[in-house]
C-alpha cells in the first residue's frame, strides 16, 4: 500500500510569511509606525510643555533608532536666564504632577491614542 502526502498552500504560506518579515523591519511597516508614534507623541510634548522662559519647551528632544523611539529633555540644553539645564529642572516640574506633569500626559495619550495609529499603519501594509 502505497500512501500520498501533498501539502497546499505552500507558496502562499511562505509569501505571507516574507510580507510579515518585511514589515517588521526598520524599513517596514513597523519601522514607519514607530516614526509615526514617535513623531507625534513629540508634536504633544511640545506642545503641553508649560512655558515660563521657553527653555524647557525648546529642549525638548525626539528620537528614532531602528525600531525605538524616545523623547527626551536635551541633557546639554540651558535656560539662558538662569543659566540651569532644563533636565536637571524638568524632574522637579514632571513629580508636581497633573498639567505639570507633560511626560506622564504624553505617555497617556500615546497608549490611548496614537498607539492605535500605528497598529493600523501595520495592519494596512499587512492587509
Not at 498552500?9 to 511562505?14: R, T, V
Not at 515660563?52 to 527626551?72: H, P
Not at 507633560?102 to 501594509?125: D, H, M, Q, S
Amino acid at each position: 500500500m502505497t500512501m500520498g502526502l501533498e501539502i497546499k498552500g505552500i507558496q502562499e504560506a511562505q509569501a505571507r510569511n516574507l510580507k510579515w518579515v518585511a514589515a517588521l523591519k526598520p524599513s517596514g511597516a513597523f519601522g514607519k509606525a514607530i516614526k509615526d508614534v514617535t513623531v507625534k507623541a513629540h508634536r504633544f510634548l511640545v506642545m503641553i510643555t508649560h512655558v515660563d522662559t521657553g527653555s524647557y519647551r525648546a529642549s525638548q528632544r525626539m528620537e528614532v533608532k531602528e525600531l525605538e523611539g524616545r523623547l527626551f529633555v536635551d541633557p546639554i540644553a540651558t535656560n539662558p536666564i538662569s543659566s540651569i539645564r532644563p533636565s536637571l529642572y524638568s524632574v522637579q516640574e514632571e513629580s508636581r504632577g497633573g498639567e505639570h506633569a507633560a511626560y506622564g500626559r504624553t505617555e497617556a495619550y500615546v497608549k490611548k491614542t496614537l498607539l492605535r495609529n500605528g497598529v493600523r499603519i501595520v495592519r494596512n501594509e499587512l492587509t
